[in-house]
T-cell receptor
Framework: AQTVTQSQPEMSVQEAETVTLSCTYD???????LFWYKQPPSRQMILVIR??????QNATENRFSVNFQKAAKSFSLKISDSQLGDAAMYFC????????FGTGTSLTVIP | DGGITQSPKYLFRKEGQNVTLSCEQN?????MYWYRQDPGQGLRLIYY???????QKGDIAEGYSVSREKKESFPLTVTSAQKNPTAFYLC?????????????FGPGTRLTVT
């Protein structure tokens, strides 16, 4: 079975600084997708970024970028120029035959 | 505006009672999902449906039931057989059930059973 591991339950970052959230996954599938979702205090899940496993180029969305290492099965999220609104729970997700979510990383942004 | 609605936001029930959580989407998505979220455990899949009148069990289906009679609706019933029903429940949908499609989420329902 596929598993998604987020080894950092909590992280903090100073406003305007950069932070990296880690995610590893285990799979025997060759065709899959990876996502990062954000869940702010409102608990509404919001898609942050998406990566196709067959693409070597790392996805970017404004201040958000990923470091996708397929061989290492690693998919980290980098948030640049952190803002107060980035404070949330971040979930890494794997989409192969099914969707699997990690346990989440709670990000605090310090003013 | 297109989106997913879940009602109610908060739901309280007595132990031993069945309760149905509503999920409606107007995105014209084929696939719909139900997740349970507990502290420290991320999201766990309860049931999913890729097409009307068809659904499959997820990882934690015991004590739950669903129906998919209409494309836009995917209600979840928490039965008295569910041993720990108190949780936050999220409904989601995607264009299709195939891999790669982003899932769109509703605002969730917090169920408390006492």
């Amino acid at each position: 079975a596929q598993t998604v591991t987020q080894s950092q339950p909590e992280m903090s970052v100073q406003e305007a600084e950069t932070v990296t959230l880690s995610c590893t996954y285990d799979t025997s599938e060759s065709d899959y997708y990876l996502f990062w979702y954000k869940q702010p205090p409102s608990r509404q899940m919001i898609l942050v970024i998406r990566q196709e496993a067959y693409k070597q180029q790392n996805a970017t969305e404004n201040r958000f970028s990923v470091n996708f290492q397929k061989a290492a099965k690693s998919f980290s999220l980098k948030i640049s120029d952190s803002q107060l609104g980035d404070a949330a729970m971040y979930f890494c997700a794997y989409a192969g035959n099914q969707f699997y979510f990690g346990t989440g990383t709670s990000l605090t942004v310090i003013p | 505006d297109g989106g997913i609605t879940q009602s109610p936001k908060y739901l309280f029930r007595k132990e031993g009672q069945n309760v149905t959580l509503s999920c409606e989407q107007n995105l014209n998505h084929d696939a719909m999902y139900w997740y349970r979220q507990d502290p420290g455990q991320g999201l766990r899949l309860i049931y999913y449906s890729q097409i009307v009148n068809d659904f499959q069990k997820g990882d934690i289906a015991e004590g739950y039931s669903v129906s998919r009679e209409k494309k836009e609706s995917f209600p979840l019933t928490v039965t008295s057989a569910q041993k720990n029903p108190t949780a936050f429940y999220l409904c989601a949908s995607s264009i299709g059930g195939q891999r790669g499609y982003e899932q769109y989420f509703g605002p969730g329902t917090r169920l408390t059973v006492t």
